[in-house]
């Protein structure tokens, strides 16, 4: 223990722990699997590859088909193992000895984690009362403590906040630092920042297949930059990163994109039909959202309570989030079925409405 660095044992590890439960609401994944055909074809596709050789060191086909559906470069095109990966990647390339990185809290805990991993000082600055992005003091920590990265999550995670338009603009313009935008969850609302990358070169967008294509379980995402900065962040990821199964599986979520943004509107409007009736669930605050979550403060009963009662009695898991101070007695529930969301709004009702008992 004496030859690990501090600043990796001041880290608490990235886990999660859960309890299994008939309508699973606590990871933001898909509700809907990949449809079995698709699977299918992705299946014959590794299976007729050479197994015993390493898989494309940069898969050709797949980058040429990412950059026409993002609509940007193939030459500014990263591919790795989850965007998880390409943060690391990211940080790893760009940050030294002491180094700050500025992010707004709360957000992605795995942002501090690998900040304090790599030897950098984590600098999280204070959303709104709403949990609402405030550009001004962002720009004004960054400036403070000459910071190299700036990471936003948009929409946020876990308050499903979304930076208002024209703030990573400013950003890069008032500051001199990376701007790491994390955009796992666009897909479902809010502006996206890759149309920035034909004017600076200070922008690294991340996305993932984990979200709106439904394939966290295999783990695949692109990180998207000026050519040259790409080829730096390269450096910073593992050889033959992403696997025969997932580079097949990806090029066939490509070539079906249309059903996966279709699965994507299905998704969003069962939130947007969700969130009124959520928000005259007695005792609750409900919070502004564009992603495929909402985060939600329990006024009426402890947050814990509710976090038991809701799987213990009605077999919902959401996710407790209400450890952190900021987030005191709030749970975060993501986006199901039409059918999970009547479930725990009914279930929120006998938990936390007039006259419910505690279990």
Sequence with gaps: MALVKPGVRAQAAYTLRAPAARRKLNQNECPYDVPAHLKQIALDRAAAASWQRYPEFAPIRLVER?????????????????S?????????????????????????????????????RYVPVPLGPGFEFDVDRL????????ARVVVLNSPNNPTGSALPAGAVERIVSDTGALVLCDE???DFGGPTAIPLLRHTSRVVVLRTFSKAMGMA??????????????????????????????????????????????RTREVTATRDRFLPRLVRVPG?????????????????????????????????????????????????????????????????????????EAG
């Design 84 to 120: 998880n990966e390409l943060i690391q990647a990211t940080l790893s390339v760009v940050l030294g000895q002491g180094d700050a990185v500025i992010a707004p809290s709360p957000t992605f805990s795995l942002y501090r984690l690998l900040t304090g991993v790599l030897g950098g």
């Design 217 to 262: 379980g295999l783990r695949f995402g692109l990180a998207l930059a000026h050519p040259e900065v790409a080829r730096e962040l390269a450096k910073g990821k593992l050889p033959y990163n992403v696997n025969l199964v997932t580079l097949a599986a990806a090029d066939v979520a490509l070539e079906h994109a249309a059903l996966f943004a279709g």
């Design 284 to 356: 609750l605050d409900v919070f502004p959202t564009e992603a495929n979550f909402v985060l939600i403060r329990c006024r009426a009963r402890p947050a814990s309570e509710v976090f038991r009662r809701l799987h213990d009695e009605h077999g919902i898991l959401v996710r407790d989030v209400s450890g952190s101070a900021e987030l005191a007695d709030c749970l975060r529930i993501s986006i199901g079925t039409e059918d999970d969301m009547e479930a725990v709004l009914a279930a929120l009702h006998q938990i936390v409405g007039p006259g419910s």
């Design 139 to 146: 720009v004004e920590a960054a400036v403070r403590e000459r």
């Design 184 to 186: 796992a969850y666009q």
């Design 66 to 82: 990412l950059a026409v559906h993002y609509g940007w470069v193939p030459e500014g095109i990263v591919v790795g193992n989850g």
